[in-house]
């Protein structure tokens, strides 16, 4: 089945440095992927979805400043989050759609600030 | 997507069949029934999916009833590995949202 990856899949770093989350897509080119955000014992948040080519749509009550999105080819989007916070720490997901619908996850990054 | 319904947590003997509702009593004519599974501290993977007939592939089968309001998805010989949260999500198939993941049933499988 299709593949994708996230990397890196743990990361731990201090209270106002900025952290880069990698998702790519191995086996297929996807022009939408997903940005999930998933706390202990809570179930995914979607965040935003992001589109190859084209700025990022943010769901309701998710800062486009803080948590920066870039898909700049068919394999690869990123998540920046910005001046990390102890609050930003969590599982971060994201995911691809296959051009017949099919949504792929990837194994998620875990992020902790200090 | 639809509003759906699942037990917060099932219990199933190792070996025996894991049988997880789901209620989905206001889906639409054109909206799929999909079911993911989420292992501990791993990202959510694709078990199957329907619209009106049920469905088997190697992993589970998928039973949806008539007036599709509801289905099961049947895990046939639990393992252990299979202890999961279990998430039934209904959509459109083709449509390009993300998915929208509600509370899901932790299944626990007991040796």
């Known amino acids: 089945g299709a593949v994708v990856s996230q990397h890196p899949s743990r990361v731990i770093c201090k209270s106002g440095t900025s952290v880069k989350i990698e998702c790519r897509s191995l086996d297929f080119q996807a022009t939408t992927m997903f940005w999930y955000r998933q706390f202990p014992k809570k179930s995914l948040m979607l965040m935003a979805t992001?589109?190859?080519?084209?700025?990022?749509?943010?769901e309701q009550g998710v800062e486009k400043d803080k948590f920066l999105i870039n898909h700049a080819s068919l394999t690869l989007s990123t998540l920046t989050v910005t001046s990390a916070h102890p609050e930003d720490s969590s599982f971060y997901i994201c995911s691809a759609r296959l051009r017949g619908g099919e949504l792929f996850f990837g194994e998620g990054s875990r992020l902790t600030v200090l | 997507d639809a509003k759906t319904t699942q037990p917060p947590s099932m219990d199933c003997a190792e070996g025996r069949a894991a049988n997880l509702p789901c209620n989905h009593s206001?889906?639409?004519?054109?909206?799929?029934v999909y079911w993911y599974r989420q292992i501990h501290s791993q990202g959510p993977q694709y078990i199957i999916h329907g619209l009106k007939n049920n469905e088997t592939n190697e992993m589970a089968s998928l039973i949806i009833t008539e007036d599709r309001k509801s289905s099961t998805l049947i895990l046939p010989h639990a393992t252990l590995r299979d202890t999961a949260v279990y998430y039934c999500i209904v959509r459109v198939g083709q449509e390009a949202d993300g998915l929208t993941f509600g509370k899901g049933t932790h299944l626990i499988i007991q040796p």
């Open positions: 992001s589109n190859e080519g084209s700025k990022a749509t943010y």
């Open positions: 206001t889906i639409s004519g054109n909206e799929y």
